[in-house]
C-alpha cells in the first residue's frame, strides 16, 4: 500500500461532483482506472430503475468470485469546489463544502487495493461495485445486477472507526398523512369550514417523535398545508418515517400513529388519506456467518479489534441484505458524513484499506 496514491486517488475522486442521479462522470472516471489495470468494467442495466444518467459500475476480478466489494458513487451534497486540505492526521475540506469522504474515500481504499493486490500477481477473484443513488432512495443496490455466484459482500460506508462493522440493521417505513378539511372564508363563515391544518396538528401533537425507545425512532420531516390567509384550510400533508430493528415494533408504532389520525380527522370530520411503505427492511447477520467470520478474520489479521454493532441508519447493506446477499458495512471512518466538517483520518483510511487488501486476498 502507498499512501500518497491512496491519499491522491481519494482527491482526485473527491473532486468529481456526482450528486444522486448524476453519476456519469464518476462512472466514467472510474472505468478508465479500472480499464488502465487491464480489467473490463461495465455498467448495468439499472438507469431505468434509478432514474440516474449512468448504470451502477461493476467489474469482475478473475472469474468474479464469491464477494463482492462495495461503495457508493453519488455524494448527499455537491463537493464542486471543494478545496481538500490534507494535514498531519487528517483529510478536511476548507469548511465551505463537504469532503466527500462520504463515500470517495470508501471508493479509493477499494480501487488502491484492487490495484496493489493486483501488482502483488496473487490470484484474484472478487468482484467490485460503486452504485449510484445510495444517498436517496438506495435504488442503485436495490436494482445492482447480481452474478448468483455471489455469496458475500463487504460494504465499505460506515463513519465508524476501522474494526467497528455492522451486523444487524433498522428498517424504515415511511408514512404519508393527507388530512382533508372544508375550505371556507375565513372573516365570513369559519364556522362552514373544516380547517385541516389545526385537524392534522392536534393528531401530530399525540405522535410521540424522536427515539421512543431504544431501538426505535419516528420523526415527521415535513407539513404542507393551506392556500391562503384568508382560507380556513381544506388540506394538510405531512410525510414522516419509523425506523426500528423490529419490523414487528414499525407496524405497532405505526398503527398508534395512524390511530391518532384517524380519531383527530373523526372527530373533526374532517378526511383522512394514511399511506405506509417499506423504505427497507431490517436485517441481522449471525456471528457464524461466512460473511461475518471473513470479516473477523480479517480485521484480526491487521490487528484491528472486531467489534459488530447494530445500526438505524439505511445503506446499500439494507437493499443487498433484503436481496438475499449477506452484506456487512464496514467502519472506515468518514466522521460527520455530510456536513461540511466531513473528515477522515489518515490512520483510519490507511486501516481500511489495509482491511480490503486483506479480504481481498482472503477471496
Ligand atoms: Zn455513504
Given at each position: 500500500m502507498?499512501?500518497s496514491?491512496?491519499i ?22 472510474v472505468?478508465?482506472f479500472?480499464?488502465d489495470?487491464?480489467?473490463?468494467p461495465f ?6 430503475r434509478?432514474g440516474?444518467?449512468?448504470?451502477n ?10 464477494a ?9 451534497r ?10 498531519e ?6 469548511g ?7 463515500n ?11 490495484e496493489t ?17 445510495e444517498?436517496?432512495?438506495?435504488a ?15 460494504i ?11 451486523t ?7 408514512f ?25 396538528a ?10 421512543v ?28 418515517e419509523v ?12 398503527f ?6 384517524a380519531?383527530?380527522?373523526?372527530a373533526?370530520?374532517?378526511g ?6 417499506w ?8 456471528a457464524?456467518?461466512?460473511?461475518h ?5 480479517a ?9 459488530p ?26 466522521q ?7 473528515f ?9 484499506c489495509?482491511l480490503?487488501l ?6
Open positions: 502507498n499512501e496514491r491512496l491522491d486517488l481519494f482527491l482526485r475522486l473527491a473532486a468529481i461532483e456526482a450528486l444522486s442521479q448524476h453519476e456519469a462522470p464518476l462512472a466514467g472516471f472505468a478508465e479500472l480499464a489495470l487491464g480489467l473490463k455498467c448495468d442495466d439499472s438507469r431505468d434509478t440516474s444518467d449512468t448504470g459500475l461493476v467489474c469482475r476480478v478473475g472469474d468474479g468470485g464469491e463482492l466489494f462495495l461503495a457508493h458513487m453519488d455524494t448527499a455537491s463537493t464542486a469546489g471543494v478545496r481538500p486540505q490534507v494535514r492526521d487528517r483529510i478536511v475540506s476548507d465551505t463544502t463537504v469532503l466527500g469522504v462520504d470517495r474515500a470508501g471508493m479509493a481504499l477499494i480501487l488502491h487495493a484492487l493486490h493486483l501488482a502483488g500477481g496473487r490470484p484474484a477473484n472478487f468482484t467490485v461495485a460503486f452504485t449510484v443513488c444517498e436517496t432512495t438506495l442503485g443496490s436495490l436494482a445492482l445486477e447480481l452474478d448468483p455466484r455471489l455469496r458475500k459482500c463487504f465499505f460506508d460506515s463513519s465508524l472507526p476501522p474494526g467497528s462493522f455492522i444487524s440493521g433498522s428498517g424504515a417505513k415511511t404519508s398523512v393527507a388530512v382533508r378539511g372544508v375550505a371556507a372564508h375565513s372573516g365570513l363563515a369559519p364556522e362552514k369550514g373544516i380547517n385541516a391544518i389545526a385537524v392534522a392536534r393528531a401530530l401533537a399525540r405522535v410521540e417523535q424522536g427515539r425507545n431504544e431501538s426505535t425512532t419516528v420523526n415527521v420531516g415535513t407539513f404542507r398545508g393551506g392556500t391562503a390567509v384568508n382560507v380556513v384550510s381544506e388540506s394538510a400533508e405531512l410525510l414522516g425506523r426500528s430493528r423490529d419490523m414487528a415494533v414499525i407496524d405497532e408504532t405505526l398508534r400513529i395512524r390511530a391518532h389520525f380519531q383527530e380527522t373523526h373533526a370530520g374532517a383522512l388519506d394514511f399511506r405506509e411503505q423504505d427497507f427492511r431490517p436485517y441481522d447477520i449471525p457464524d456467518a461466512p460473511v467470520r471473513d470479516v473477523a478474520a480485521l484480526a489479521a491487521v490487528g484491528l479489534t472486531p467489534n454493532v447494530a445500526s438505524l441508519a439505511g445503506s446499500d447493506a439494507n437493499s443487498l441484505n433484503g436481496r438475499g446477499l449477506p452484506a456487512i458495512n464496514l467502519g472506515i471512518g468518514a460527520n458524513p455530510h456536513a461540511n466538517d466531513e477522515i483520518l489518515r490512520a483510519d483510511l490507511r486501516r481500511a489495509a480490503a486483506e479480504l481481498m486476498a482472503r477471496s
